[in-house]
């Protein structure tokens, strides 16, 4: 009989650099994954800490309900291969919301940091749960209008474009 498949999912960000990386506890396997896209030397023993915040709090709590006590310090903490490495200080955050969505699957090959954020928005704004996505879709085409009469207010003042926004040649 295959168990079914127990991970707690953890965004954890590191304050004395800004910098996000994730926590993955899989219970049945007794180990805890860390996803990270820029290690620094040194931050193991740091991010340890987090590990052992974490163990205190989920102690406490699973207690109170009875559930299983997973000891997260004495579970085997593996870096998983291959690991994503971002080449700017920017995109940790977008680095975690992937490996989440895209558990060890290689998402992460020929990664294009500006088509990642806006494929990001994209998904939050055009998810059927999200409530206010018919207001920004209203909203970003009011702007888009916007744009077009500005555009066509510059026709009237020297350069122009024609309907679809694209500049006319001077005469």
Known sequence: ?????????????????????LLIMDLNKQQAEVWDSQPVS??????????E???????????????????????????PEPNSRMDNNHDSGIFVIRHMQYYNREWFRE??????????????TNHPHNEMSESVVAAA?????????ANIAC??????????GQILPQS
């Open 1 to 21: 009989m295959d168990m079914i498949p127990l991970q707690i999912f953890i965004p954890l960000n590191d304050d004395k650099c800004a910098h996000w990386f």
């Open 42 to 51: 040194g931050s193991e023993e740091h991010r340890l800490e987090y590990i």
């Open 53 to 79: 915040v974490l163990q205190i709090i989920f102690a406490n709590e699973m207690t109170k309900t009875r559930d299983v006590y997973f000891h997260f310090p004495s579970s085997t903490i593996i870096v």
């Open 111 to 124: 990664f294009n940091s500006e088509d990642q954020r806006i494929r990001l928005a994209l998904e939050i």
């Open 141 to 149: 085409t009011a702007h888009n209008q916007a744009d077009r009469h």
């Open 155 to 164: 026709n009237k003042v020297g350069q122009g474009f024609n309907n679809a």
